[in-house]
């Protein structure tokens, strides 16, 4: 299964009364459907995934498989601390029509899960009973755990896993991870402000939370990788360097759901302790984004 | 209320299945009703609370409100990273006859979280919607987040949040909150290690994961410090140090329930990836345990 | 040789060129001389040793051991990164008459020396060509390195290393040093905030930073530790805690400076890139230290 | 003045006794001045210059002032804590014919330096007095402090900070400096092993610890880059990732010299607490070396 191309992992769209607004989750996606995505991740950590239970995941996994268009790969995120979980978690995407699991690493108890060791027996675990495939999901800004490029080499070997999303981006990192893992396993990152350079080096994919507000830059960042046009693909990177920091590291979710809302997708509220925006921040994401159409 | 004494983050029991092991923690909360401990704290770090389903939590509660005698108070960690999600546990475990709530700092989207608005914001919100009051939860070892003096002083003006449980091992910080927060707020520490010193400088309890295994130890601390007697509650301090590292910064919960095993509780598995421990380090937690009882 | 009671890291005096301002050095230490305090730490953290040539050091060595009286024992601080020049800067105190070197953890080449074998031989290599014997200097919070407590218990056994500061202000580490240390290895502190908790466990003496300003304070502080006042000891611990954060954490060397201009000694100007205070900054350590006396 | 291409950080030459060895620095100059390298950076800290006097210092910016070719252009690594030393230090180097000063980010005293004001009053007051153009540098692994871009924009509007050498590795910040800086100042990175992504999104040259035991491997990337052969580009950067880790990261400078004494440069021994390299280290050195020559 080849995971090449832009997934974003979409958003969960709340009413102002934080619960899930399946007509909005439609429009959105019937939206994406139009333009080049590979695919997408649903309840990956844009996702809100951590506020949401499990009875809603599986509900916006259905909801999405319903309306996303046939050419479009599904992944769930179904990491959760416990392998018992994550894979009940993940089976229950495959039955849903999904075709690969997005698996966080572990990090609650650090002093004992934020090892190679640790990291291999939660991984193999998963995979040895998931009925899909895994990717593997770092992103140590949120976890305080980096998984270990030797982890990775190793988990490469294992047939259920075949990718990995690195978003720590560290391009050192994902540099040595494609020298050392084995053949065919796939790197994908996860930062929008390093997309070209992390495609340049061997990147086959990248699953960008600013992709749920500009699809298009970074498909055309994309396809300036695949038809070798470096001047395009380094002026389009540099237009969207700035805003997507504003919209990941800066303001996060909810910035990420103010730009959408500007480039006619539905954003709306965030489940609290996420915080509505100032006004001043709305005014910089609004600079920002006019010139990045949705 | 007062949240005076020692209480135990008690352990979950699972069988060799993964499955909640009932009778084990019947067996378990008896034994401890024996002991002078001050009440239970249930689904806490130590109960492997973040590898449980809502539906095991509420169980959780549900049997330990059964089988603890009168005289415990008790306390349920109620603490997700979402406001609402949390707001639910709450109540639920209030309407089970739980008296407070421990609710830990959110954690995961740290840029946006990990600031003295943010968490005043979710403990505040919490807080106004919950119908038992809240003591605050901070183990930055594990959540990466460290809650400032100064957002404590400032909650602890809310009439529905009593107490804090620090465990972050520092005592200075510590102090700071013991001067500045409201009058009547209470301060407990949830490091057995410094135990002795933080109940010198002004803690009124302590949430000790290492009390599940050696109950006794940490009340006879507790007993020499109310009696005033130093070199007593100096000499147990340090006959519990070693043993206390061992339980939880160096083997964590599967070698603090090797211990319980060795002291006639039921201490068994843990789910994965937490994993069993070697041999050499049962010998270790034995040699340190011989003089420790239960 | 006992290292008991409390030692300032003296500040070192400049006049408005930024050169050492000798008059104003002899002004303190003789006000300092009619203190209790034990001794007196030259070319400390405090001292801005690291704005200090090599000169500067010895100089102020010489100046500090013509005006100290002859009940003060005398400390210099000569650890910087190599061993070489830290023996050459230990055996230069050693000539002038001091009878210890404060020897602070190597730290600049993190990935090579921030472990426990490269300390052991930094520390080792050190001691054994020293003419006088060392207290090893812990403050990660400025090296960014934290020495394993096991570093120092093998470093105890080396007949010319006699001590430790540890300023890290973590009385779990600070415990189990005192434990696993050889019989009659000094453990001194470095953190005024936590002063008595320190003594109350095991810490034979202190090296404050603080002191500078408000030697009485602490000195009050250490007696009644030794007449075990324990009311009087956590009373004034809890009047010193708020000045000592200020003019440490939070406002540094030019904070303890202008503490000391308003108590009587010369604090002065730092050298930069240490930034004179500002008037709110000012009037914050005014209000704070107006009830302790120098 | 252009910083384009390649630059060593030089490393300094000991013999068995640990002085400097003049006759090897000559050998290794000589050899270097053959290959198309843009110039020397003399005492960085590959060069070991936190162990150096600075009557050493000075020395060996003067014997390679000596034995250089006319076309190298020669920076002092001038950088220490203090302003007055560092502005000292850099105009003895000019006074030696060097053209500008690598000057390092302040970094012992965390709480006070480690923000965008502080480093913008370090940087401009070091500038408004040296008589040649700074080059700030960046490497927070060393450091623990990591310069804010903004600061780094602030600071490329002073007429004598012409450019930055940022060791972090972090291509999004290289990013985002080359984005928001004054157009001519000059983002030269520090890290090997991503040395052709970093050319390929706008760094105009580089300084590598790396290229002083293989400068012929780096100098073929640069090429690559002038003349936009992207296959051949990343080929060599796959070759030398590996081993550049080796010397850099993992086994640091006693590594690197071991390389460089492999390549007919000579390395030799490195000052205590540098450790020599175990005999595995070696084995591993040689094999990463074997097609890399020098």
């Not at 239970?53 to 599986?58: A, D, M, N, Q, V």
């Amino acid at each position: 299964m080849k995971l090449h191309g832009i997934y974003p992992p979409i958003t969960t769209p709340f009413d102002h009364n934080g619960d899930i607004y399946k007509s909005k989750l439609r429009h959105n996606v019937e939206k994406w459907n139009r333009v080049g995505l590979s695919g997408y991740v649903v309840c990956g950590s844009t996702g809100e995934s951590v506020f949401l239970t499990t009875e809603e995941k599986i509900a916006l996994w259905g909801m999405v498989a319903e309306c996303a268009s046939d050419d479009k790969l599904l992944m769930a995120g179904t990491g959760v601390e416990s392998v018992r979980e994550t894979v009940a978690l993940t089976n229950a995407a495959a039955g849903l029509g999904y075709k690969a699991a997005m698996v966080r690493t572990p990090h609650y108890y650090k002093n004992l899960v934020n090892n190679i060791d640790a990291q291999h027996l939660y991984f193999s675990s998963v995979a040895d009973q998931a009925r899909m495939p895994l990717m593997i999901y770092n992103w140590p800004q949120a976890t305080g755990v980096d998984i270990h490029p030797e982890a990775v080499a190793r988990l490469s070997e294992h047939p259920n896993i075949i990718a990995i999303k690195e978003s720590s981006g560290n391009l050192e990192k994902v540099m040595q991870m494609i020298r050392e893992v084995k053949a065919g396993f796939q790197v994908l990152v996860g930062s929008a402000p390093t997309l070209w350079p992390s495609l340049q080096i061997g990147a086959v994919g990248a699953v960008l939370a600013f992709a749920n507000a500009a699809p298009y830059a970074t498909i055309t960042i994309w396809e300036a990788h695949r038809t070798r046009e470096a001047e395009a693909g380094l002026d389009w990177q540099n237009r969207i360097g700035g805003p997507a920091v504003l919209v990941t590291t800066k303001y996060g979710i909810p910035g990420l759901k103010y730009a959408m809302d500007l480039n006619g997708y539905y954003g709306g509220p965030c489940r609290l302790p996420l915080r509505p925006l100032s006004p001043e921040a709305k005014r910089e994401i609004e600079d920002a984004f006019q010139d990045l159409k949705g």
